[in-house]
């Protein structure tokens, strides 16, 4: 889409699906915050996974083969995000909200917390959240006498480790291989199940459970509308494609 996108036939069809519609759910990826200066995992050239390994950086047992290296490579990240601002996408997606309370339920698999920083404060992190931290094992207090540690206690470290047990803090994301937050992902399902229309932003749809959800909203008879650049995975499912980028297409479509 260029500069007639609110004029292009498929544009207009989107906006009066939206219009029609009484719930509505939008699922993000890595694209939504691409205009904020982060970048993606899949893109080709600027994607993360075009230069780190995955299975080396997002796996619990690269983790437990390579701490450091992977606490330090997330340390990186979260310095790099920590200033960073939500876009127009973003802006436009909490704006919505705002002017119809309870219509517009934000999914996210992103970690970096730009949609809450925008004003979506019930966003559902699919993913986790990358400026937090969590326990990487069971506490040993806890295993034999009830009692966890406070993370507040880890010792500064590369990464922190519990003085009392010597357990790790690593980041409380949540890594291939991982089950996702139960109770977010079943606050997804339900939005999904119950939308009119499924808005997919930014993602590749190639991470599962998360890309799942705009099957399970078309299979429940939900319109699903794609803003994406590229082609993605999920293409196929849906009604329509809208070819642009998150903060060029959402301040538009979103604008009533
Ligand atoms: C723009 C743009 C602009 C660019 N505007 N757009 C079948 C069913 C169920 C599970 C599986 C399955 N097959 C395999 C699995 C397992 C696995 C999986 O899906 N693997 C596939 C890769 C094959 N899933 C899991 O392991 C999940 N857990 C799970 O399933 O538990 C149950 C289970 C346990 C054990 C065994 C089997 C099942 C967990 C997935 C966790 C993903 N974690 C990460 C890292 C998070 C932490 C961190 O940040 O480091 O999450 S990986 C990474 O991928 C990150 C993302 O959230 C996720 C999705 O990526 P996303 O957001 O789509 O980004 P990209 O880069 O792929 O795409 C960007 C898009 O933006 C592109 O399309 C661009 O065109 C577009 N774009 N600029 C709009 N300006």
Redesign the pocket.
């Known amino acids: 889409m260029t500069a007639s996108l609110d004029t292009h036939p498929d544009f207009l069809q989107a906006r009066a699906w939206l219009q029609a519609a009484q719930r509505v759910a939008v699922l993000?990826?890595?694209?939504?915050s691409?205009?904020s200066g982060i970048p993606?995992?899949?893109?080709a050239q600027t994607?993360?996974?075009a230069r780190f390994d995955?299975a080396e950086?997002?796996t619990e047992d690269g983790f437990r083969a390579q701490p450091e290296l992977v606490w330090n490579w997330?340390a990186e990240?979260r310095a790099a995000m920590a200033h960073v601002e939500p876009n127009a996408?973003h802006y436009a997606i909490a704006a919505y909200q705002q002017r119809h309370p309870g219509r517009l339920t934000v999914i996210t698999?992103?970690?970096d917390g730009l949609h809450q920083k925008a004003g979506s404060t019930d966003a559902l992190a699919?993913?986790?959240n990358?400026f937090q931290d969590r326990w990487l094992d069971l506490c040993f207090h806890a295993r034999h006498s009830g009692r966890v540690c406070a993370p507040a206690r880890a010792q500064p470290d590369s990464p922190p480790r519990c003085p009392d047990c010597g357990n790790l803090l690593r980041?409380d994301?949540?890594?291939?291989?991982?089950?996702?937050p139960p109770e977010t992902l079943h606050a997804a399902d339900q939005a999904a199940q119950r939308c009119d229309l499924m808005l997919v932003?930014?993602?590749?749809?190639?991470?599962?459970?998360?890309?799942?959800l705009a099957h399970q909203a078309r299979r429940a008879g939900a319109k699903v509308v794609i803003?994406?650049?590229?082609?993605?995975d999920l293409d196929s499912i849906a009604h329509l494609v809208l070819r642009?980028?998150?903060?060029?297409?959402l301040p538009t479509l979103l604008c009533d």
């Open positions: 993000t990826g890595a694209g939504m691409a205009e993606t995992f899949r893109d994607g993360l996974w995955p950086l997002a997330y990240r996408g698999q992103n970690v699919l993913h986790g990358i980041p994301v949540v890594w291939f291989g991982e089950s996702l932003v930014g993602t590749s749809g190639e991470v599962y459970p998360a890309a799942g803003v994406n650049p590229h082609a993605s642009g980028t998150a903060a060029q297409t």
